[in-house]
């Protein structure tokens, strides 16, 4: 059986019910990452934390309130990483460097996921929750990441000025499924070079991933993606149409 992978925030001078919590929302992460939200009882995070079941209720209001928690704590620490990273690319220059945007984006979100402390539950939580088709998961995500993703998708349209914001959009969307199979799925490169490309390690990562990615951002927009200069009139179309054949038998 999988061993627990989150473990408790260390922090001096934590009184019984911050330690009580702490532990509910340790328990609540492990067991919702090896068996999905749903297969999990609020008695079964109870015992695993080793606290009375009504205590999850009196902390967290039930199971989905102890979901959110989890998320928060994890997103505010992501999404602080990557704020402090963007200011510091826009002090060097503005704007700031395409390349030193999505560094600040993508660098926090691979290395939170290979930190001891609940890194890896998270991602595998994360990737749970997306299989589950959860309509929590949508609303975790609005909550903790749709503010934080403004600026940065801001700040990718001051880079690349001459793309239209949708089609940063456009883009930013597929970033962001790129960020999660790397995190969520690393096995299947590592199994096709024999441990050679690994993404457990982060900095190798980021030198083939930040460049691929600032490629595909600087990519001119396909002629199929742009509208076309001219539509025709009602008018214009039924003039140009053809002529119907009579079918005889």
Not at 81 to 108: G, I, M, N, T
Not at 149 to 176: K, N, Q, T, Y
């Amino acid at each position: 059986m999988p061993t627990l992978i989150a473990t408790p925030l260390p922090f001096a001078g934590r009184d019984a019910e911050n330690e009580t919590r702490e532990k509910l929302v340790v328990a609540a992460e492990n067991l919702f990452a090896l068996h999905g939200y749903k297969s999990v009882s609020v008695r079964a995070i109870a015992a695993a934390a080793g606290v009375n079941w009504s205590l999850l209720g009196y902390y967290f209001r039930g199971k989905e309130g102890l979901l959110f928690e989890v998320y928060r704590r994890h997103c505010n620490a992501l999404n602080a990483e990557r704020f402090q990273l963007l200011k510091a690319a826009r002090a060097e220059s503005q704007p700031p460097h395409l390349e030193k945007v999505l560094e600040a984006f993508v660098l926090p979100a691979l290395a939170v996921a290979q930190t001891p402390a609940g890194g890896v539950s998270f991602s595998r939580l994360r990737a749970v929750l997306a299989a589950e088709d959860s309509k929590l998961l949508d609303q975790l995500v609005t909550e903790n990441f749709d503010s934080s993703s403004g600026e940065f998708i801001d700040a990718l349209c001051e880079c690349l000025p001459e793309l239209s914001r949708d089609e940063v959009l456009w883009r930013f969307h597929f970033m962001l499924g790129t960020i999660y199979y790397t995190a969520s799925g690393p096995h299947r490169i590592k199994a096709f070079s024999e441990g050679r490309c690994d993404p457990a390690n982060v900095s190798k990562n980021m030198k083939h991933l930040i460049p691929f990615l600032a490629a595909g951002f600087r990519a001119p927009v396909s002629p199929v993606c742009q509208p076309p200069t001219h539509l025709p009139t009602a008018t214009q179309g039924k003039k140009s149409r053809a002529p119907r054949r009579r079918v005889t038998r």
